[in-house]
């Protein structure tokens, strides 16, 4: 009888030790999953920052290209001249 209620008491305490120890395990990695999918997170908003930041950037350098073509027009530059200088393709040119 007292072997048996030793040995039940070792069993209940290793099963207590063990589930302790996967509740804890289990926690440990729920929180570096949030860690993770954080990460992911904020490199994704970096990224759409960056996109946002390229497309700006050859927005405006687009326009300073029209805006250069256009002042070549008004002096008398030649299409040819000017898709030269600016890139632009004679139809964008000639759209000014």
């Excluded at 209940?12 to 954080?38: C, H, M, T, W, Y």
Aim: glycine share 4%; no cysteine.
């Amino acid at each position: 009888q007292h072997a048996y209620e030793n040995s039940l008491k070792y069993y209940r305490d290793l099963k207590n030790s063990l589930d302790k120890a996967f509740e804890d395990g289990k926690q440990e990695v729920i929180e570096l999953l949030q860690q993770a999918e954080a990460k992911v997170e904020q490199a994704e908003a970096r990224a759409e920052l960056e996109r946002k930041q390229k497309q700006e950037a050859e927005a405006r350098e687009l326009e300073a290209k029209r805006k250069l073509a256009r002042a070549l027009l008004k002096m008398g530059e030649s299409i040819e001249n000017i898709m030269q200088e600016t890139g632009l393709s004679a139809h964008e040119i000639q759209n000014l």
